[in-house]
């Protein structure tokens, strides 16, 4: 018989094996095996091996221990979750759900089930999150605990979360939850960290890699999504959801063929979703497929009526028009109010675009007017706050400023930057580069951008370039490479950077990569500027949903370029849309020289380039230049007074003509 001071003995270890199991779970096992092996010993001992990485081990105990008790929800949620780390997610989700049953209340247990029925049936993972408890993703306690730890990282914060919510650092799945409470905190990269833990602990734990994946996508990290994306891709070869991110990701890395693959596959495991027929569409018209893409548009509408971004996504194919009958839809849907501000929005532009195709241009600027309106209610612009920004940069960079960090970036020749504003023609100038043998376009890249935001200091940027190092530079130079090295296809000595928005970083351009070329394209003020009115872009452009933001940026944007050209004279080479129509041979030319490359005739035959095209011009750029957008603006001019008056006097000037 036991002694009561021995069960005492034996209860007081047991409780110090629990604390273990949050904090050292190696050593929890290793107390467990000096104990009688009770149920609740052994249970102990199982889940102190799954979560030291001893999954094998741990099954060989939870396995027996689960048949023998199926109401103990807290053995098959260890089994489920050893089983997962080992990659038998259908055994993993049986084992869940038995946990679940028994305790309808395991918010953990839940999650956990949502994410694995994610990767195979994402209708199951929604009904499995759907029976989250309030204390687990969404609660204000939680949400409160986890930001004190994104803010303060330690033993303390992370013993909180553990004492109050059970979520031990070392359970993948309590890191997967976490991570989901962060993302929805707007914590990223501190969701990606506790992923990266998740991983690290348990590599074969599909969901964890497949969210990181997710999270690294945003990031804009793309080569390292591929690179975790890749297993389970491998593991799950009939997973749609994994498919249809791997297709996503190849896409970021502009490997468009590849991505209509990889899309394509994940439909045939996935035939009704709607939004993923959308961005197989995308992909389809980037590599001149358009009437594929029509019919992919047009499947995702069939699936979802509703869906305003695909008519939107048909009419943005420019060079396409719609029917009748499809003008009748869209004024039926816009009658609906429960339709939402975004489907709004998109059907707005699309019907515009409907209307100035039949010329029918007051209406069709009302239309345009209603979509700018819908956009600019759910995404607030701030034309001062960017008009400051505008000014701290000419203040920084001055003449003085430069001279000091001559020639401290990296010397690479490389990149060639395309900037200036959206639907200015730097689609066309960067087509024209890319047809010469020795570049290779890349389209639009937010490298430049996430080396702005690695900068930015306490006082703010760009000022905080003046307390860089100057040797930092230099690296900051050869991180762009490295970040968008992956993305290259080919071994051209050359490629193009073609994102507009660049314009507001060549300060930081010239410091990084001094010898990379930069390319302003420069487009008739009126011209440009409503192009951009008409434009429903998916995001980022909220300066163009009112017209006097878009005439005070655009003014912004002239103001800047002229004080670079005054401060770096001859550093910017200067395209004007306008010329290049008029005399296109000679501006070639002339662009040629600038970057220092030989003439090719095919520069001039860009049409006949078959590459990629990702941006709302790729329609365009596949015809010789045509006239036709020199002067649409002006069947709008009746409504652009606002605009005209934000200009000021740039509003009858022309673009610039070198």
Known sequence: MTRPDDQRDVATRI????????????AAAKLARTLPPSLEVRFLLGAALRRSGEVAGALEILDPLAAERPGAWGLHYEQGMALAMLGRSDEAIAALERATAANPRASLAWHALGDLNGLADPARAAAAQARLLPGSVGDAALVAAVLAWVDAPGTATSDALRARFGLDFNDPAALRLLADVAVRSGCDAAAEGLLARAVAAAPDYAPARFHRAIMLLRLERFAEALAEVAPILTANAAAGPVRALHASILMNLGREREAVEAFAAALTVMPDDARLWHAYGHALRSIARQSDAVAAYRRAIDIEPHFGEAYWSLANLKTWRFATEDVAAMRALLENAALGTDGRGYLHFALGKALEDAADYGPAFGQYTAANAARRAATPYDAAAHSAFVQR???TYRPAFFADRAAVGCPARDPIFVLGMPRSGSTLVEHILASHSRVEGLSELPDITTLAAQVRGQGGYPQSLAEVALGAFAELGRAYLERTGPRRSTDRPHFVDKFPGNFLHIGLIHLTLPNAQI???????????????????????????DLTDLGRYYADYIALMAHFDAVLPGRVHRVSYESLVDAPEDEVRRLLDHVGLTFEPACLRFFDNDRAVRTPSSEQVRRPIFRDGLDQWRHFDPWLGPLKSALGALANAPADRP
């Open 519 to 545: 390319i302003d394209v420069r487009r008739n003020p009126l011209a440009c500027c409503v192009s951009l009115f008409k434009q429903g872009f998916a995001a980022g452009q909220g300066y163009s949903y």
């Open 15 to 26: 409780g110090q094996a629990k604390a273990l199991l949050g904090v050292d779970p190696r």
């Open 393 to 395: 940069s000419i203040a």
